[in-house]
């Protein structure tokens, strides 16, 4: 399979401290990052495209490594994780489902094991377009208070010929999160669930 070459990295962190509520002491903080590389296969369709995955999976390393940076460098601060991918109008839906294993478990190898499955979306579009990417916490995918979602996209990409591929990560529940259900300090950790 051909190397995997990057054009760019975009890098977004928001801190949150109150959404109407009462401000907290510590915000809330949500990342983002972004890679937009070249698809190898845009422009014909390709029988055998899983290959590609395990040329995926240094970036997924590196992207998850420089998101947990971006939000502080401690891997024990992050409790929420998500992923997608944006593939340019020269590819095809199933080019997106490439990251689905190398940016998972990239970002489970880098907290230590985390043991929810990591949630995603993907689409086809052009420059600039938006993609919501779904948050779980990384140990239990029924904790309701870490349930978010996190808007990205790239102001010149993806290209035709280009892949947005995602990773983000969370520091916590949602800010004055009181929706009820499983709490996090009540994960038994046993599958991923609950």
């Known amino acids: 399979m051909p190397d995997v070459k990057i054009r760019k990295f975009l890098t977004i962190v928001e801190e949150i401290y109150h959404e109407g509520g009462k401000p907290v002491a510590k915000p809330l903080k949500r990342g983002a990052i972004v890679a937009v590389i070249e698809n190898p296969f845009a422009g014909s369709y390709h029988e055998e495209i899983t290959g590609f995955m395990k040329d995926l999976e240094p970036l997924g390393?590196?992207?998850a490594k420089r998101l947990v940076a971006a939000l502080g460098g401690n891997v024990a601060d992050v409790e929420g994780y998500g992923k997608g991918i944006i593939v340019g109008q020269a590819g095809e839906l199933e080019h997106g489902a490439l990251w689905h294993a190398p940016g998972g478990y990239a970002m489970r190898e880098v907290l230590g094991g985390?043991?929810?499955i990591v949630p995603s979306s993907k689409?086809?579009?052009g420059p600039g377009t938006?993609?919501?990417v779904p948050v779980t916490h990384i140990n239990a995918s029924y904790v309701r208070s870490h349930f978010d979602?996190?808007?990205v996209g790239v102001p010149d990409g993806p290209r035709a010929n280009e892949m947005a591929v995602v990773l983000v990560m969370t520091t916590g529940?949602?800010?004055?999160?009181?929706?009820g259900g499983l709490k996090a300090?009540?994960?038994?950790?046993e599958d991923g669930l609950r």
């Open 61 to 63: 390393l590196d992207m």
């Open 114 to 116: 985390a043991k929810a």
């Open 123 to 125: 689409k086809v579009g």
């Open 149 to 151: 979602s996190i808007e």
């Open 185 to 189: 300090e009540d994960i038994k950790g």
């Open 173 to 179: 529940p949602r800010v004055h999160a009181r929706s």
């Open 130 to 132: 938006r993609l919501d």
